[in-house]
């Protein structure tokens, strides 16, 4: 990571910098005599800032949440030049500071913001004016649940200043910024990742329901919403919130709900339109107002992660055609500043979400994606807790799952995948002693297996039956082995003997205690779960094959998650066809659904767009059509599995350009 150079910056904010969901107005006129070629700026916020130069929107929604390093945060680098011209100049900005923490963001007790450009020679300091916006006012019940970082949205249009971006703003309300030391902020890491993207303007068609208005967006999506509307009396209410404002716990949490953030739009007399800055997800915008109020126009503008979607598949089956474009769609909106399970409950970067997502990257994302995977690597590793690899950084509801932790160091999980499919030379030294650290936490008990470790939570997957016993030693194993991996490609064996010792007794001891002579288990039930990942760290001989068949063909326990190991290792054993009968069986009522995101769970419970149930993509690409790179997908080879569709139109990342493939599979 780069530290980013601030020179004679300071950071700064108004006189009170500890009050929680301050949103502040920063302006800065500058004159320049030229207008350099290139300009590049360097800019951190506690916690988003959106930043317009002469009036033109330079950055949509910057700052990376908290940490880059314990106790850092990260910096944008940008190029501002464009935005520049001869002669006089205005910069403005708005700057939220969230003042809490949530699953994704960890909480800094002071809010701040610092710009430095060289190239223009301006700074930030007590020359920058200053105000908290007046007509953004403290929301009221009910709250976003703890889960979420920041608060609701609540803008009262009376109290409005009007465009403050502009040139002719009337700088009266504002006051010289008060600097501050850097005595909680950290050291600023340039951002390995590109600032959020932000779209044009869909327009949307409302229905007028009983409680006001409610419109369908294209797809699920994370959105702004702007509007126009008359007939308003001062004082009226306009609550704009999304259908998955309210979300269900997940399975063994399902009685449980949790709201998100909305927007409280406090109206003037007369006209009045809005376009709101915080971003809401949902397929559906639901907008509760008085019967006088009527919208003149409503439109919302996605964000998101700054790549495209470049794979896609069409073949002679359209409901498997429907459930990859699904997966695809709940890939790309698990997308922000990390990795989350869900757009909608959490924002969690969940380790062993993102070790489903990680394959899916490179066949369905254009290049710049591989950055936010790099980032979750960086993240994963850099922010463990002493020698603990915990599941959910950045944030401050982090917790150890060691199933999680262990998948994502395992042969199958987010390292292994990225390394993988990357060939990228940095990895093996960065995660090499934290890896074996990490699995050094476990002694081995006198029947040859680990002493079970509970972490925060002892979780491998919901619902039942989980046989944690078999589980978590092949995923220790799997994890050893892969330790062994970035050992040989960092020339580093200070580890080995370690390794070596842990791999064959556990090798020995997992046949010894739990080969039940037709599956694996550690007591009288079968699990197809522990069977699947005894396949894929390569502890099943051939000859078993058939009777694992017939296990992950019969038994049906796992959730979405899991269920990539269990297709996955029939892939593996050679029994594709049954992975695909497997898939369609399981997905089916995922891919027919109303919903343009794959589910939770295959039952109704959680979430309506998950992350961990994206895996469809990857067994299609990866075994169905047989699509793999011994180069980081500068090129690739082909070879489909017959029998499954007639033809197929397959395209991907190739080289950094959208390749499409005609598969004839028949």
């Known amino acids: 990571m780069e530290k980013a150079e601030f020179g004679k910056a300071r950071w700064i904010w108004t006189d009170d910098n500890t009050t929680p969901d301050q949103k502040v107005i920063f302006r800065r006129g500058f004159t320049l005599d030229d207008v350099p070629l290139t300009a590049v700026a360097h800019i951190a916020s506690e916690t988003k800032y959106w930043l317009w130069i002469n009036g033109e929107m330079a950055v949509f929604e910057g700052g990376v949440f908290r940490e880059s390093k314990p106790g850092c945060g990260w910096a944008d680098e940008i190029d501002i030049s464009r935005f520049l011209r001869k002669g006089r100049n205005q910069l403005a900005a708005l700057v939220w500071y969230y003042g809490n923490g949530g699953r994704n963001n960890s ?32 929301s009221g019940a009910p709250h976003p649940s703890y889960l979420y970082g920041g608060d609701n949205v609540a803008f009262d249009a009376g109290l409005d200043v009007g ?52 419109a369908d967006l294209p797809y699920a999506m994370t959105a702004t919403f702007s509007f126009r509307a008359s007939g308003c009396h001062r004082g009226d209410v306009l609550d704009i919130r999304t259908d998955r404002y309210t979300v269900n716990g997940g399975p063994t949490d399902e009685f449980h709900s949790y709201n998100g953030h909305r927007i409280g739009f406090i109206c003037r007399e007369g006209e009045n ?28 503008r ?86 603990v690899l915990v599941g959910n950084v950045p944030g401050d509801h982090f917790c150890e799952f060691p199933s999680q932790s262990l998948v994502a160091i395992s042969e199958c999980g987010l390292l292994a995948e990225y390394y993988d499919m990357s060939h990228d030379e940095w990895m093996p030294p960065f995660v090499l002693e934290p890896c074996v650290k990490y699995l050094m936490l476990w002694d081995m008990a006198g029947n040859g297996l680990v002493v079970p470790r509970n972490g925060t939570v002892r979780w491998f997957d919901h619902h039942w039956n989980s046989d944690g ?43 010894a205690n739990f080969w039940k002579g037709a599956y694996y288990s550690s007591d009288d039930h079968v699990d197809e779960r522990p069977n699947a990942m005894a396949v894929m760290c390569g502890l099943v001989p051939e000859e078993r094959y058939p009777l694992i068949r017939t296990i992950l063909l019969e038994v ?82 082909v070879n489909p599995v017959k ?20 598969i004839d599979a028949e």
């Not at 501050?180 to 007028?208: A, C, F, H, Q």
């Not at 800055?277 to 919302?300: A, H, Q, R, W």
């Not at 220790?476 to 970035?486: D, K």
């Not at 039952?603 to 309506?608: C, Y």
Request: hydrophobic share 40%.
């Open 107 to 138: 909480r800094c007790p002071e809010g701040g913001f610092i710009f430095a450009c060289d190239a223009i020679g301006l700074y930030s300091d007590s020359t920058f004016l200053c105000a908290p916006h007046p007509a953004y006012v403290r």
């Open 163 to 214: 465009d403050f971006t502009a040139f002719d703003f009337d700088e009266g309300m504002l006051v010289p910024a008060a600097e501050y030391e850097n005595k909680v902020w950290g050291d600023m890491m340039v951002s390995m990742i590109p600032p959020v993207r932000i779209g044009g303007p869909i327009g949307l068609t409302l229905r007028k329901t009983a409680a006001g208005y409610e």
């Open 273 to 300: 339109s809005f376009e709101s800055l915080m971003y809401l997800y949902g397929e559906k915008v639901v907008i509760t107002c008085p019967e006088n109020v009527t919208f003149t126009d409503f439109s919302c």
């Open 302 to 387: 996605e964000s998101g992660y700054d790549c495209d979607i470049i794979g896609s598949v069409k073949t002679d089956d359209p409901v498997f055609d429907r459930l990859i474009d699904k997966c695809v769609r709940t890939l790309y909106v698990c997308m922000r500043n990390n990795f989350m399970d869900c757009p909608d409950r959490e924002r969690g970067q969940w380790i062993g979400d993102v070790s489903v997502q990680a394959p899916q990257v490179f066949y369905v994302l254009d290049d710049r994606a591989r950055l936010l995977l790099k980032k979750a690597v960086s993240d994963f590793i850099g922010l463990r807790k002493g020698d």
């Open 469 to 511: 016993p078999v589980l978590e030693n092949c995923l220790y194993y799997s994890a050893c082995r892969f330790a062994l991996r970035m050992a040989e490609a960092a020339d580093d064996h200070r580890y080995d003997g370690f390794l070596r010792d842990r791999i064959g007794r556990l090798t020995a001891a997992i046949e």
């Open 556 to 637: 049906f326990n796992s959730t979405p998650y899991m269920e990539r190991f269990a297709l996955t290792a029939l892939c593996k054993m050679g029994y594709v066809k049954d992975a695909y009968l497997r898939m369609m069986s399981r997905y089916y009522n995922l891919a027919v659904n109303e919903n343009t995101t794959v589910w939770e769970d295959f039952f109704i419970l959680g979430t309506k767009n998950h992350a961990w149930s994206g895996c469809p993509v990857e067994i299609a690409y990866r075994y169905l059509f047989g699509i793999t790179s011994d180069d980081g997908f500068r090129t690739v080879k």
């Open 643 to 662: 029998g499954i569709f007639k033809k197929a139109e397959v395209t991907l990342n190739v080289g950094g350009q959208a390749k499409t493939i005609l």
